[in-house]
């Protein structure tokens, strides 16, 4: 996981070493799939406070859940990406997002909380 595979200014912020190797075995092929606007990292495993169960959790904005079902969208992406690590993904459409990361809530907490690897 170089700095040009990764376009992150945050990068740098990642020390947990589930994250640091969920990336390294996954990134390109999450770029694959999923060609990412936006890839966002909160909770535990970002803020230093991970405990032995904790997932990984993850923001996913891409053009390509357009046609998937909201609900199905994080089993997809588990599905393909198949992480040795439990991983909670909140997947949206760029529009999704952007009505999403207003307000108050999750995505606008993990929007100014979180990593942004892209």
Not at 8 to 13: D, E, H, I, K, R
Request: charged letters at 25%; aromatic letters at 12%.
């Amino acid at each position: 996981m170089g700095a040009s595979a990764i376009e992150s200014v945050g990068l740098s912020q990642l020390v947990d070493p589930e994250v640091r190797r969920f990336l390294n075995e996954r990134w390109q092929l999450i770029q694959e799939l999923f060609a990412p606007t936006h890839f966002i990292l909160f909770g535990s495993r970002i803020n230093g406070t991970p405990h032995e169960f904790s997932d990984i959790d993850l923001i996913l904005v891409s053009e390509r859940f357009r046609d998937v079902r909201f609900i199905w969208r994080s089993d997809l992406f588990r599905d393909l990406i198949a992480p040795a690590i439990a991983v909670t993904a909140l997947c949206y459409t760029p529009e999704e997002f952007a009505s999403a990361s207003t307000g108050i809530g999750v995505v606008p907490d993990a929007c100014r909380e979180g990593v942004w690897i892209k």
